[in-house]
């Protein structure tokens, strides 16, 4: 059987305009070749736990809740009331992370002491599952989708993901009305007190407006160090315990 490499091949044509963009424009120094093995093996972890995850959320029914009026809605309508309640789903999904509850599911994230595109990769087993489920529940509201929607989709997650912890000197206080930058993301990922429960937007920064957890970059300032102060062992760090 002949290995499909589009998928591959999508990724990593990503990940080279994103390290050309941090290349020419970057906000902090990384060294790269200090770094970018440790990543590829988070990044390794983490499609080991997407395929655990895509048993798991395979096996959920989820009955088709939606009525007929909303299911014969054009599918572009139907896409952005999708990817508003996703990102909505997101915002509150990465707040209740930071609880002391559920705090340890995300630790490994906010492990990396730099930021970079693929910096953001990582995600332990439990933060994969829970991250998931929204999309299980939210999928109806699509209903019939077509096969395309998905592989587009799994690009959009990709670039989000990559564009949120890039490494760029990107400011614009207009975009951040409305969108998450990656200077707008840092913040968040700084070892600054100010603001641990602060910007926890993916895609849209008018949650944490309306929910009253934004933090303004300018305050933070271009300074900022990033990491966790607890230690911990790496693979206790992967499966969230």
């Known amino acids: 059987m002949d290995f ?15 390290f050309l963009a941090e290349w020419r424009y970057p906000a902090r120094p990384v060294q790269y070749r200090l770094v ?18 895509v048993f798991v959320t395979d096996r959920i029914a989820i009955p088709n809740y939606v009525p007929w009026r909303f299911q014969s809605l054009p599918f572009a309508v139907k896409v952005v009331f999708f990817v ?10 990465h707040r209740l992370w930071h609880t002391a509850w559920l ?26 599952i829970m991250a998931a489920i929204p999309f299980v529940i939210w999928l109806p509201l699509l209903k019939p989708v077509p096969p395309l929607f998905f592989i587009l989709y799994s690009v959009y997650l990709i670039v989000t993901n990559n564009w949120m912890h890039m490494n760029v ?33 993916v895609v849209f920064t008018f949650w944490d407006r309306l929910f009253g957890t934004y933090a303004d970059p300018e305050v933070a300032g271009p300074e900022i ?17």
């Open 4 to 18: 499909d490499y589009t998928p591959f091949l999508i990724y990593w044509s990503i990940g080279a305009a994103f």
């Open 36 to 53: 970018f093995i440790k990543d590829l093996l988070a990044l390794g972890t983490y499609n080991l736990f997407f395929l655990a995850t």
């Open 84 to 93: 508003l309640v996703i990102d909505c789903s997101a915002y509150w999904l």
């Open 103 to 128: 705090w340890r599911i995300h630790q490994w994230h906010h492990s990396p002491t730099y930021m970079y595109w693929l910096a953001g990769i990582r995600a332990s087993l439990p933060q994969v």
């Open 169 to 201: 000197t990107w400011r614009s206080r207009r975009l951040e009305w409305i969108f998450v930058t990656p200077r707008y993301h840092h913040v968040h990922h700084g070892d600054d007190p100010r603001f641990y429960m602060r910007n926890f937007g």
């Open 225 to 241: 160090r990033f990491g966790i102060q607890e230690s911990a062992g790496p693979i206790r760090l992967a499966i969230g315990l």
